[in-house]
Structure formats: structure tokens, C-alpha cells
Nanobody, 121 residues
Framework: VQLQASGGGLVQAGGSLRLSCAAS????????MGWFRQAPGKEREFVAA????????YFADSVKGRFTISRDNSKKTVYLQMNSLQFEDTAIYYC???????????????WGQGTLVTVSS
């Protein structure tokens, strides 16, 4: 299984970025997909997740109203649209795949390598 995250970069505060995570080696539609991030000197934290259906979407309080998550099962890809970026959003962003039920904030089976997002103030 491989999860390949991309789309990170340098952006000014208030700007937008869209991250992508392309999956291979798994039946994508059977997995919930999540995004996490880790800022320098901090622990990894949950950002957003999407269940197998579009009705199940979850966001950390810190990104609600600014970030959206979507998936394209035909492309085996999950997206994280990030708007109104803030300096505090600077982190390495990781995508992850979860099989089964339970909270979307932990217990993921597979992880991608991460993509760096840097927001300049």
C-alpha cells in the first residue's frame, strides 16, 4: 500500500492550497481517509477525515470553516482544500487510510510520507 501526498508549498497568510493524496495497493472505496499534521516541536494532530460516504466528514475545531475534505474513488485520491491559511497551519501534512469503524481521529492502518505546508505571516 502506498499513499502519496502532494500539493504542499509556501503560501502567504490568507491564501489557499489544495493537498492531494493518491492511494495504491488497496481497495480505496473501502477505507476512510484522514489528514493529520505535525508542526515543528509539536505532536501530530488530527485535521480532517472523510468516511466512505460523502455524508461523513469530520474536522478539527481549528480548521472548521476553512478546510474541506473530498475524495474521488475513481482516482483513488483524497483532497484537502485549505483556505484562509494562517501561520499556525504551518506543518507537515500526512494522509492516512483507515479500515473499519471507530473514531476517525486515530487507529489508521496506512500513512503517507507527508507534504510540507509553510504559511508566511
Amino acid at each position: 500500500v502506498q499513499l502519496q501526498a502532494s500539493g504542499g508549498g509556501l503560501v502567504q497568510a490568507g491564501g489557499s492550497l489544495r493537498l492531494s493524496c493518491a492511494a495504491s495497493g488497496l481497495t480505496f472505496s473501502n477505507y476512510a481517509m484522514g489528514w493529520f499534521r505535525q508542526a515543528p516541536g509539536k505532536e501530530r494532530e488530527f485535521v480532517a477525515a472523510m468516511g466512505r460516504s460523502a455524508a461523513s466528514r469530520y474536522f478539527a475545531d481549528s480548521v472548521k470553516g476553512r478546510f474541506t475534505i473530498s475524495r474521488d474513488n475513481s482516482k483513488k485520491t483524497v483532497y484537502l482544500q485549505m483556505n484562509s491559511l494562517q501561520f499556525e497551519d504551518t506543518a507537515i501534512y500526512y494522509c492516512a487510510a483507515k479500515y473499519g469503524s471507530g473514531t476517525y481521529r486515530r487507529d489508521y492502518n496506512y500513512w503517507g510520507q507527508g507534504t510540507l505546508v509553510t504559511v508566511s505571516s
